[in-house]
């Protein structure tokens, strides 16, 4: 926590100087001071976890014993019953003060391990220092004989034996995306219909598949014939998910006996006694019954995500708590009077501090993309019911008001706005915006439904139950809609299109030809040889991308599979097959385009100096782009300054841009997933901008090799967007949102002086009307002064609870490298 | 180009480029070889102007190299 209490400044002073964590601290409950206090940071500081936190190696042991002497099982059932033993056995605890339980570690400190993921993250553990529990020597040698055991045989190696050699090679050079295609590394979706709307505890699920295999086996008894050999592997799935429903009901009756021991046995205090007898009911109903209270609803809902993490690497959380939670909030808040509001709001904060609790080991290059988190933890709030009815209540309320008492970076929240989203919430919203926590986003709902429905054909009814599967990409909650992993979508470095275009595809990066022969681009003539060029590079791009994910998809229920998740979901549950099996999922695609804006600047930059003023030569833009730009500064800056950029509603890149997104958006209808659905591009960053500084070579609009990029999506690059906030809002309402691309990200920066009061509220509301006017499907906002940063910069210990919003997510100041602090502060503050 | 702190001398490229402190200005930070100091550079003259520190500066946006956003404007 920040380094000096103040307790003499009044709240009125504090506002004045924005030093909102100091009022946040002042308003919580003592409860959620003491639980936000005690939490461990699990998010790489840069990219170097924070002191004391140590990779668990209790939980990748103990599911490594049962993985060998399982061996004979088919996969499905084998990691149920793995797993299972990793239930029974792993140490559990209970956070002093907590009404919340359950972590993926045995221990708070500990960030979980995915063992059989990747033997090349498993190699990463040897480059930590610090990481290793005490004593070290002892825990090295046990990480050199798990990671032995491993070598070859994680689902990632298993995948690498069957790609393409060339494809392969290509993807792992990391220069042109990231990612591993595997469910051992997911985004995975929640059916939360089937467990919330519909009410399934993990009794009934039993009860479902029991049912399933009654008359599955009665088909195996009838007339031999091929149709029947299939039910006999779905008999084993249906078995692996009752093991791992099984198991994790006695899990959390663990967890309740652990309560009930503490209250009966040690606790002296009559109050918390009182709490830890409620957590031991609670864990006892929950999640074997559908939740009956508000607290059993929340557990439910943490026990179905750890459960989910201790499966697998979520990089993501999809979820939409104030929907799902609303049944029993309503009953014990407004109509029973059970609980007030305040101990509500004590649970919904503790809720997202168990959240944010969350943390597993992930290598260097993936902190260096998510700097200050461990995944990407956006839930959804507000949009509509199925119906088309304002879905916004008081829990929403209530999540917006917690968010601002605990101050956590993760999760965060994407706002689902629409038109008929009450004055009192949008004011909440604005609240959390304005005391600089960088969320929630704010998504259009009405059109990104409607962008749902048009790319993936999703039924309007199921459209309308939209979470964000990651930061910013729409996916429904149903049946055939979920998306059960993140590698059913694929990430691209897409500036490397026009870098390829203008070097032949050679990647003077890594040195090696990547992308198809084009042409040199010395010799180019025209802009559209040019453009044509790029159009070709894009395409190989995305392809080579999209079939390695695709196979990854395919091969995913024989590498790795997830019985629990399967579990969880109804049409696994039905059809016996794993969740991951691209059979059954409506598909719902995306290629999520990093470092995308500098193509349109670039070829912009291009078109203008070069091909239309032939004030330089290629032969001229070449040489300095093959130097860095060393020794050409004054025609980098013209490329900077004399080029039409981006964001200031200028035809002339504005155009381009439009241009190189309808090209894309024609290709991804001709290209598909494993379900047989389209890839549209997503254009967003995360830090991705910072990561790939090192892998992208010098670009037209004036970047050399090693500057951040653009800090994503479709935001104009810092500091070149001159004319205003409607000019950027102009620029980007060019772009179809719904026809052109699946979302695109759009970062502003607003002053915090301006938007202060009443005054404020009414100018930044006025600017959010225009935003939907325009069509746009998403904006964020980060609404820090400079002079704020900069302090934060110099005295990092005064300003340790400074949030602010990086791209997709939000993450404390002071965890961030100094190159992306740089980058977010380079943003141009809009007056509006 | 010369470093401010240690005197070392040599070409600017013997300057490990590290990144720009904005695209549209000719400022940007780059390593001494020597003693490993960062130094605000003026790539268009090939000249260290000063180390960079979190302290106070007269140019740039970040902390130790604030006013360069109006030199870029100007």
Not at chain 1, 173 to 189: L, Q
Not at chain 2, 16 to 31: E, F, G
Request: hydrophobic share 40%.
């Amino acid at each position: 926590m920040a380094a000096q209490p103040a307790k003499d400044t009044s709240t009125q002073e504090l506002e004045q100087k924005q030093e909102w964590w100091w009022i946040a601290e002042k308003k919580r409950s003592k409860r959620l001071d003491y639980l936000r206090k005690a939490v461990w940071k699990k998010g790489a500081l840069g990219g170097n976890y924070a002191p004391g936190i140590k990779v668990d190696l209790e939980i990748p042991q103990l599911f490594t014993n049962m993985w060998n002497f399982w061996r004979y099982d088919p996969p499905m059932l084998r990691r149920a019953k793995s797993m299972a033993h990793v239930l029974e056995n792993m140490p559990i605890f209970i956070t002093d003060h907590a009404q919340l339980v359950g972590y993926m570690g045995t221990l708070p400190h500990t960030l979980a391990w995915r063992v059989d993921g990747a033997t090349m993250v498993n190699e990463e553990l040897y480059n930590e220092p610090g990481v290793m529990p005490e004593p070290e020597q002892a825990s090295l040698k046990r990480v050199a004989d798990l990671n032995a055991y491993w070598a070859g045989n994680t689902a990632v190696d298993k995948l690498a034996r069957v790609l393409d050699p060339e494809d392969a090679v290509k993807f792992l050079s990391g220069a042109i995306g990231w990612g591993a295609p595997t469910s051992a590394y997911g985004y995975s979706g929640k059916d939360y219909e089937f467990m919330f709307a519909q009410r399934h505890g993990f009794e009934d699920i039993l009860d479902l598949i029991d049912q399933s295999i009654e008359k599955a086996e009665d088909l195996t008894m009838g007339n031999p014939g091929p149709e029947i050999l299939p039910v006999y592997d779905r008999i084993q799935n249906w078995d692996a998910m009752k093991i791992m429903l099984n198991a994790a009901i006695a899990y959390a009756r663990r967890y309740a006996r652990l309560a009930r021991i503490l209250a009966e046995h040690y606790e002296t205090d009559p109050k918390r006694k009182e709490e830890l007898l409620r957590l031991a009911q609670t864990c006892e109903n929950v999640p074997a019954k559908a939740p009956s209270t508000f607290q059993e609803s929340l557990q439910y809902d943490h026990f179905v995500q750890i459960l989910a993490r201790l499966e697998a690497h979520e990089g993501a959380w999809p979820a939409r708590p104030d929907y799902y939670h609303w049944p029993m909030y309503e009953k014990d808040v407004i109509k029973e009077k059970n609980i007030t509001r305040e101990e509500a709001l004590d649970l919904v904060g503790e809720f997202m501090i168990r959240a944010y609790e969350v943390g597993g080991f992930g290598p260097r290059w993936a902190r260096e993309g998510l700097q200050g988190i461990t995944g990407t933890w956006v839930w959804t709030l507000g949009g509509v019911n199925k119906d088309g009815s304002d879905a916004c209540n008081d829990l929403t309320l209530a999540f917006l008001q917690a968010a601002r008492l605990v101050r956590v970076a993760n999760p965060t929240f994407g706002f689902r706005w629409h038109p008929k989203v009450r004055d009192e919430v949008m004011r909440e919203v604005f609240e959390c915006i304005r005391h600089g926590l960088g969320y929630p986003s704010i998504r259009n709902d009405p059109l990104l439904i409607q962008n749902a429905m048009h790319w993936h054909g999703h039924p309007l009814e199921e459209a309308r139950t939209w979470v964000h599967q990651a930061c910013m990409s729409p996916c429904p909650t149903t049946k055939h809609g979920v998306q059960p992993m993140r590698m059913a979508s694929a990430t691209a470095n897409c500036a490397k299109m026009v870098e390829y275009a203008l070097h032949n595809g050679y990647d003077h990066v890594v040195q090696m030809q990547m992308g198809p022969k084009t042409g040199d681009a010395r010799k180019f003539k025209t802009f559209d040889e040019l453009f044509a060029a790029w159009t070709t590079q894009m395409k190989w791009l995305i392809n080579t991308l999209v079939r390695t994910v695709n196979l990854g998809r395919y091969k995913d229920p024989e590498f790795y599979g997830r019985p629990f998740l399967s579990a969880i979901s109804e049409r696994a549950v039905e059809s016996g097959l794993d969740v991951v099996s691209p059979v059954g999922d409506r598909g719902n695609c995306w290629v999520t385009g990093f470092t995308w804006v500098e193509n349109a600047d670039s070829l912009a930059a291009v078109k203008k100096l070069v091909f239309d003023e032939k004030r330089y030569t290629m032969d001229d833009l070449l040489n300095a782009l093959e130097n860095n730009w060393n020794g050409y500064e004054q025609m980098r800056r013209d490329f900077v300054n004399d080029a039409p950029k981006w964001g200031n509603d200028d035809d002339f890149v504005d155009g381009i841009m439009v241009r190189c997104l309808q090209e894309v958006a024609k290709h991804s209808r001709e290209i598909k997933c494993p379900s047989g659905n389209s890839w549209p591009l997503l254009p967003e960053n995360v830090s991705g901008n910072i990561h790939y500084s090192s892998i992208v070579g010098a670009l037209p609009n004036g970047r050399r090799l090693g500057d951040a990029l653009y800090d994503g999506g479709i935001s104009p690059g810092p500091g070149l967007d001159k004319k205003g906030p409607s000019a950027v809002l102009k620029s980007c309402g060019k772009i179809d949102h719904v026809g052109d691309g699946r979302a695109f990200l759009l970062n502003q920066r607003l002053s915090p002086s301006q938007l202060a009061g009443e005054k404020g509220y009414q100018l930044w509301k006025a600017y959010i009307r225009t935003w939907a006017d325009l069509g746009l499907d998403h904006v964020q906002f980060n609404m820090v002064s400079d002079e704020t940063l900069r302090a934060a910069q110099k005295d990092p210990e005064k300003y340790q609870e400074v949030i602010v919003r990086v791209a997709g997510y939000s993450a404390h100041f002071v965890d961030i490298s100094r190159k992306t602090q740089d980058n977010i502060i380079q943003r141009t503050v809009q007056g509006i | 180009m010369k470093c401010t702190e240690c005197s070392f001398e040599a070409p600017v490229e013997k300057f490990r480029y590290l990144y720009n402190a904005r695209i549209d200005a000719s400022i940007s930070l780059r390593q001494c070889p020597q003693c490993q100091a960062w130094l605000a550079t003026d790539e268009l003259a090939g000249e260290a102007t000063q180390k960079v520190g979190p302290g106070e500066a007269p140019w740039g946006k970040s902390a130790g190299i604030e006013g360069l956003a109006e030199d870029a404007a100007s």
